[in-house]
């Protein structure tokens, strides 16, 4: 079984910052693409950015200059740090992670999900 746990949300004002974390475990022998979703209200779930195991990352338009996707690999960990952050950000964010279990299946997993507010 494999398990994304997530944290950092909350409240912040505009212009603020937040750094979210979202760590894997369970029975994982690799971990492959990591990523960022979000979702407003009355709006589809939208990629905000991912991560490669090389470390290659992709932004979406709306968030680039202004958000940071990293992983820890050791640690099975990925972060986004949001910068700069806007009203237009508010949302639930899911973290997502591409794993290979120790049973050598490959799956696709998500967090609970994380609320990011923004507002003054």
């Known amino acids: 079984q494999v398990h994304l746990a997530e944290s950092g949300g909350g409240l912040v004002q505009p212009g603020g910052a937040l750094r979210l974390s979202c760590a894997a475990s369970g029975s994982i022998l690799s971990i492959y693409d990591m990523g960022w979703y979000r979702q407003a209200p009355g709006k589809p779930r939208e990629l905000v950015a991912e991560i490669t195991n090389g470390d290659s990352t992709n932004y979406a338009n709306s968030v680039q200059g202004r958000f940071t996707i990293s992983r820890d690999s050791a640690k099975n960990t990925v972060y986004l740090q949001m910068n700069s952050l806007k009203p237009e950000d508010t949302a639930v964010y899911y973290c997502?992670?591409?794993?290979?279990?120790?049973?050598?299946?490959?799956?696709?997993?998500w967090g609970q999900g994380t609320q990011v507010t923004v507002s003054s």
């Open positions: 997502n992670a591409h794993i290979l279990r120790t049973n050598r299946v490959r799956g696709i997993y």
